[in-house]
């Protein structure tokens, strides 16, 4: 076997999904246009000091207007699946009450082109871009917020129910709830960590509401999901102190959704260990029945593996009552233009634990890709041989779980374009597209053709 795969290369699973992914605030711009008021992101990256080099979404990739240019630019790549977020502030801008039938045709306009594209839309409803009126009443640390999101779910599925294949609840929950409201380096900024916790709730709470808004309101049987960045979490050693760290970090970073998602319980050490923070008796009677409510699939978003030991973490840290315990190490060898480390073994980890631990749970990678610096020729080509390497690399990780059997049905790569990189603003490029933002051309990457070939031959080359 090993023997036949270095000869052919590593071929996928026959109608394995092949899709790259992109959010709205990250790529749409046209942040005052056609009724779309503030987000948080737009009030945070408005805040000097808060996104690098002052960058905003006000404009970001244009994608708003040169929409039919990218839906293009996939279809030269042959993907077969597209994973866009819907701007909650484009379609319902205050949060609350009837919607915005200008937002709303964007993405009529979108997932048209793309069925036309011969590509499947797969819409993730919260990409992290609140109304920013919903977090002037208390955002997602106040309940009624959870509430808010299943009436816009069921808003436009009953738009847009007709011509979405896949639905998404929420993008990486961990980020929304710790990165906005326990470190503060992501919108709203708030630096509380008790309130942090309310939010995590309230996400698998909404999660859940959405989850049956959805259901109530689209038009036939749809895919729908929830896509978690789940920590490939590693012990700095074999220690009973180190392992402890690790146990938390999964506890606050994991268990904290997919218990209530897919078991409907809190994880009874994860109460334990915030006790100092609170009593959790926001929690009410039924809501875990709600967060459970059955999906049909995970998405799991993985850049690399979160190595830990016992100690302190610096403060305000995202990691909410684990700030005295738990010391991150950077895990070793290579890094990306972002600095985290290069380490496709963690993602085959993730997917062999998940394999276990819920085994009738298909799942999708909905994010996977990196930042690198990349180089232009006198010819004006873009060359990311980095990044092609770091990609090959975990798609033969992604491989080797399949032939595990773990049952994946698709990957998405971040990203498309170049875009909004939150708060490091443009100065981290993601894309297989380069945009020059002065312009908002866009070239293809060297890697933009290494996936079209990984796409269409459904596998990776024999390297
Ligand atoms: C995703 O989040 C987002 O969904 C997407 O919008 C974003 O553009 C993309 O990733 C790239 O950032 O400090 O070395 O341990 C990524 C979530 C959480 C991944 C924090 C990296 C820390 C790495 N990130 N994690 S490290």
């Known amino acids: 076997r090993p023997q036949a795969r270095a000869e052919s290369g590593l071929t996928f699973p026959t109608g394995f ?17 056609d009724g779309r008021t503030p987000s948080i992101w737009d009030v945070f990256s408005r805040t000097p000091g808060k996104v690098r080099n002052g960058d905003t979404g006000d404009i970001a990739a244009d994608h708003y207007h040169r929409m039919r240019e990218d839906v293009a630019l996939m279809r030269d790549l042959g993907v077969s699946d597209y994973r866009f977020s819907v701007s909650w502030s484009r379609v319902q801008p205050t949060g609350r009450g ?22 499947r839309p797969v819409a993730t409803l919260y990409h992290w871009d609140l109304p920013q009126e919903l977090e002037a ?27 979405v294949a ?25 630096t509380e960590p008790a309130a942090a916790l309310r939010a995590a709730h309230h996400f698998n709470l909404g999660h859940g509401l959405a989850v049956r808004a959805l259901r109530a309101a689209l038009p036939g049987p749809a895919e729908v999901s929830l896509t978690l960045n789940l920590h ?18 999964d506890a606050l970073g994991n268990r904290v959704f997919l218990d209530p998602v897919f078991h409907g319980r809190l994880p009874e050490d994860l109460v334990a260990d915030t006790a100092a923070l609170t009593d959790w008796s926001f929690v009410r009677d039924g809501d875990l ?26 403060s305000p840290s995202p990691w909410p009552g684990a700030e005295d315990r738990v010391r991150f190490e950077p895990a070793p060898g290579p890094r990306t233009a972002m600095d985290w480390p290069v380490d496709p073994d963690g993602l085959y980890e993730l997917l062999v634990r998940l394999r276990d631990e819920l085994p009738h749970v298909p799942l999708v990678i909905t994010e996977n890709g990196a930042a690198y610096d990349d180089y232009a020729d006198p010819s004006g080509a873009v060359h990311d041989p980095e990044r092609v390497a770091y990609l090959h690399a975990h798609l033969a990780a992604v491989h080797r779980a399949l032939a595990d059997g773990v049952d994946v049905r698709g990957y998405f790569l971040w990203s498309l374009l170049d875009n ?39 596998g990776l080359a024999a390297s």
């Open 289 to 314: 029945a709600v967060a459970s409510e059955p999906i049909d699939s995970l998405g799991i978003n993985y850049y690399s593996p979160t190595v830990v030991g016992a100690g302190v973490s610096e």
């Open 98 to 119: 009837p919607a915005v039938q200008k937002g709303l045709d964007f993405y009529r306009r979108l997932t048209d082109e793309l069925r036309e594209a011969g590509i």
């Open 420 to 458: 909004f990189e939150w708060a490091y603003g443009y100065g981290k490029r993601f894309g297989i597209v380069h945009v020059d933002f002065a312009t908002q051309r866009r070239t293809p990457k060297d890697s933009a053709r290494w996936y079209a070939r990984v796409v269409a031959r459904n």
């Open 17 to 33: 999904r092949w899709g790259t992914a992109t959010a709205a605030y990250q790529i749409e711009g046209a942040a005052a246009e």
């Open 232 to 249: 490939a979490v590693r012990p700095l050693s074999g220690s009973e102190a180190d392992r402890d760290a690790a146990r938390r970090i």
């Open 166 to 190: 896949t639905w998404t609840t929420l993008n990486e929950p961990w980020c929304a709830a710790y990165l906005g409201y326990a470190s503060g380096v992501h919108a709203p900024g708030r």
């Open 137 to 163: 009443a208390g955002g997602w640390p106040h309940r009624e917020t959870a509430e808010r999101f299943a009436d816009y779910a069921g808003l436009v599925a009953g738009a847009l129910g007709d011509r």
